[in-house]
């Protein structure tokens, strides 16, 4: 009986009745492995001693910022924000103390490698898809308020911001890996979610959400947009969780093709490769309907409908008590 239960559990799960996916959530955070690396610049260069949150007294009154930059700001200037990509983190002002704070959650070794595997030489793929939240000493008033946003959004008190480090603190020990993508059977609300983001912006939504929760009353005349990256398909399938797919027995077929899907996102490239590669893609997202797609370590196949991708920069209204 117990059996027959898990079998028709588990025909649910993979026949996608229930929608979206859940992000999942693990019991502690894994060692990085040593192959992944930043690049141009450190994850948390000048966090807080072991990121931990700092601590109020209870009657410390805190104002609440929402914070925005474009993308990569550091390379490229304003140059993104014209396309509305942009980087959401949270500030915080201690009226007591005076000591500000800066707090965001992003990926360990940035964008490109959180979004597609690494090609190993032995045919095999690296994920290095970590995100964590990083909270370190000020706020940085112009790199925010120049190209973006840096608006106060709610005021707390002490004991709802130390109840809030101690979420956040399990948030970031279990919600572990970033994810780029917005997965949905097409644009506006009419389309189904298949798999949702987790990412600068949705930490900070569920963080505003989290401190209402505590209680948090958020200004509602303030207006904040979030930008996402949309997949367009039909109901995804699945394949199975990475260690079946590339372990004993596996079908080497779909293997070699969920090789070569990655193989056409390799950041190393030169011009001449990434421009061949940039076509491959559009042959396998366009001509041929589909995307290997990943998410909580299992790999799925999204039978791919028009407009294939779309970046929105829609607005999400802050949280209600």
Known sequence: MQSMIFLLLFLVYVNGDTWPVAY???ESRPTTNPYCRAGVLPFCPTGRESNTMPKFNATDRIEVFALKAPVWEFKFGKLLADFNIMHDAIGFKNLNTGLNYTMEWYELFQLFNCTFA?????????????????????INDIHWSQNGTLVKVAEITGEMFNDFGNW???DNNTGIYYETWTVASEPGEAGELWFAPNDCASFVLR???????????????VHLNYTKI??????PIHLGPASVIFGPGANQTLIEDILLFYSHFQSHQDVGHLLESLLQVYMEVVAEHRFYFFYNF?????????????????????PTT
């Open 230 to 235: 949309f997949l367009f398909s039909e109901e």
């Open 168 to 170: 956040s603190e399990w």
């Open 207 to 221: 963080a505003f959400q989290k401190m209402a929760d505590l209680g948090a009353q958020f200004n509602q005349s």
């Open 118 to 138: 690494h090609l190993l030489p032995n045919n095999t793929l690296k994920w290095c898809n970590q995100g964590a939240s990083c909270i370190y000493d000020g």
């Open 24 to 26: 999942k959530r693990y």
């Open 298 to 318: 299992e790999y799925w196949l999204l039978p791919m409908v028009s407009p294939y991708v779309r970046l929105t920069y829609d607005e999400i209204p802050l």
